[in-house]
């Protein structure tokens, strides 16, 4: 053994708070400060909408006959479809950056060895994605809905309750694709493959499931089918991706708390227990 | 809770992958307020140990001690106190360096993230600070790294081949930097296959080698423990060697650089007997003698002599 002699040590010190909010923070400013996944998120959320109405608006000024007014009910209808689908898209990226980001820079070990809880880790990417994600869709839906009553025309404009049921939904939707995104990342601990996975299960697994069927209430496990019973009832023709499925609002429920609670119990438990 | 003196403690530590056992039966004892250096060849199991003491990955035996609080029981208060880079230290390449202090600073507690702004300063980075990582040569992100440890004002640091990819004045900073962490009375473990570099930077040190700790001590304890050479220079080099030879207290005798190297046998213990024994046999024989002196092995000299002994052994 060493000759050294050990110097005699000092009752260790109370253990600091460790606070939450500043790794949400931190989570935060991972997603925010990376320009690619701003500009791809914002060009999926803002971008369509701002594209679909612009055009919508130009059509009927340019044929006022044969293309109506670009806002109305119906128009709100596709808008939030639009939105739904392809800031689902927006969130499954935003979702697999924050559950692999780490994982993939290798940044993940030296938070470990902070001696910070790994739950800690995994759970503060989830408000930390989801403010980044939200105030994006928030504008997306703020849009939406100004185009939908400016231009409504001689139609009659979305009631303010409309609005706001369809904002809710569709944040709501998105909000549970960057969740699902966010616990298959932490899960497989890769960004390609959770978006790859999760683009062909969102545009082509579920239309297809949806359409058979064969399966009959073995479609109400189906995300998309749920989300769609939930929606503003009015909406239903424009937002539905497939035949109806009837379900009650309870099932529908359910179903979206058990994938929720699914991936996020996979997430958390392999960001315990993985080798950094 | 009484404080231990030591800052880490395994016993019986051990690592397997599947059949293959990477660290086997570590005993390790380094004690508060050193330099020591954990040294050992490529492979020899040296980061997997530290992984194992990081909360990394899971031991599959034995138990460990961090700032004398078990782990991994009681790994997260243990580690508030401790600071490492494993292999190379890993950053955000998009965020800049400041940036990526906030983001483990935020892991740690309130005051980690005041400390940002000095560490940066003792690592030399304060120009760069602001600049994005993915521009940072290695030696940048070397400092970097230990400005993130230094942020956590840490009783141990931790440091898995800190002098990887650093030129010699990277090194000799390197290396002053860890001396004087050493004086504020932390202490620093620092693993490394670098023999040269661990001799000049630490004060005790554990020879790892084949996931089994072969020898362990004060670099002095370590170059004394093995069989001393002797220095003869004598007028006639060849009649000397020819008589000494047969001494039962030699064990190899060769001409260098115009004098013997006579390696002794036997018990340490005793060299100083056998050394005047070869000087009385050389005067009696009539061969005139003007260098006699012990020469002990260096730790590289003695680094490969227990791993080479132990590859024989294999």
């Not at chain 1, 979305?158 to 990342?185: D, H, R």
């Not at chain 2, 931790?158 to 030129?167: Q, R, S, T, V």
Request: proline share 5%; glycine share 10%; aromatic share 4%.
């Amino acid at each position: 053994m060493t000759a050294l002699t050990p110097i005699a040590a000092a009752a260790p010190p109370a253990p600091a708070r460790r606070p939450f909010l500043p790794l949400v923070r931190a989570d935060l400013l991972k997603l925010r400060r990376n320009r690619g996944l701003l500009a791809a998120a914002g060009a999926m959320t803002i971008g369509p909408v701002l594209v679909a109405y612009t055009i919508l608006v130009i059509l009927h000024a340019a044929n006022p006959a044969h293309h109506g007014p670009a806002g109305g009910i119906a128009n709100l209808g596709h808008g939030t479809s639009l939105l739904a689908v392809i800031g689902s898209v927006a969130a499954v990226l935003v979702g697999a950056s924050a559950g692999a980001g780490d994982l993939g820079s290798g940044v993940f070990r030296e938070l470990v060895v902070t001696g910070r809880s790994r739950v800690a880790l995994f759970a503060s990417r989830i408000p930390g994605g989801l403010a980044f994600l939200l105030p994006l869709v928030g504008v997306a839906v703020a849009l939406t809905a100004g185009a939908t009553v400016v231009f409504a025309g001689s139609l009659p404009a979305p009631s303010t309750t409309l609005l706001a049921e369809a904002g809710i939904w569709v944040a709501l939707q998105i909000a549970f694709y960057f969740v699902l995104a966010l616990g298959l990342a932490s899960l497989i601990g890769s960004r390609a493959q959770t978006i790859g996975i999760l683009l062909a299960w969102q545009l082509a697994v579920t239309p297809i499931l949806l359409s058979i069927g064969v399966l009959g209430a073995g479609r109400d496990a189906i995300p998309d089918a749920a989300f769609v019973r939930l929606g503003p009832h009015v909406l239903d023709e424009y937002v539905r991706r497939g035949p109806v499925v009837s379900m009650s609002a309870a099932v529908a429920l359910a179903v979206i708390a058990t994938w929720t609670s699914v991936a996020v119990g996979l997430g958390m438990w392999r960001t315990a227990k993985r080798d950094a | 809770m009484t404080p231990s003196s030591y800052v880490v403690e395994t016993d019986g530590l051990t690592k397997k992958f599947g059949s293959r056992t990477v660290v086997c039966d570590v005993d390790l004892k380094v004690p508060r307020g050193s330099a020591f250096g954990y040294l050992g060849p490529n492979g020899a199991g040296k980061t997997t140990l530290i992984r194992m003491l990081l909360g990394l990955t899971p031991a599959t035996a034995g138990s460990m001690r961090l700032i004398g609080l078990p782990v991994p029981e009681r790994r997260g208060e243990a580690l508030a106190r401790v600071g490492a880079i494993v292999e190379e230290p890993r950053f955000h390449g998009y965020l800049t360096g400041r940036e990526n202090l906030e983001i483990v600073a935020a892991a740690r507690d309130r005051e980690a993230a005041r400390r940002i702004a000095d560490a940066i300063e003792r690592v030399g980075l304060a120009k760069r600070a602001d600049d994005r990582v993915r521009t940072y040569s290695l030696g940048m992100r070397q400092r970097l790294g230990i400005a993130r440890i230094l942020m956590a004002d840490p009783e141990l640091l931790i440091l898995d081949e800190p002098m990887n990819g650093l030129d010699p004045a990277g090194i000799e900073e390197t290396r002053v930097l860890i001396r004087a962490l050493v004086a504020e009375g932390r202490t620093v473990v620092l693993s490394s296959h670098l023999l040269d570099e661990v001799e000049k930077t630490v004060d005790a040190l554990a020879i790892v080698d084949q996931g089994r700790i072969v020898a362990q001590g004060s670099i002095g304890e370590l170059t004394r423990s093995g069989p001393p050479t002797v220095v003869v220079g004598s007028a006639d080099n060849q009649r000397a060697g020819a008589l000494l030879a047969p001494l039962r207290s030699v064990a190899r005798i060769a001409v260098e650089d115009g004098v013997l190297r006579v390696g002794l046998g036997g018990r340490i213990s005793a060299v100083n007997e056998a050394i005047a024994d070869i000087n009385r046999r050389l005067v009696e024989a009539g061969i005139p003698v003007y260098r006699l002196e012990p020469e002990h092995a260096s730790l590289e000299q003695r680094f490969l002599e227990i791993t080479s002994r132990l590859e024989e052994a294999a």
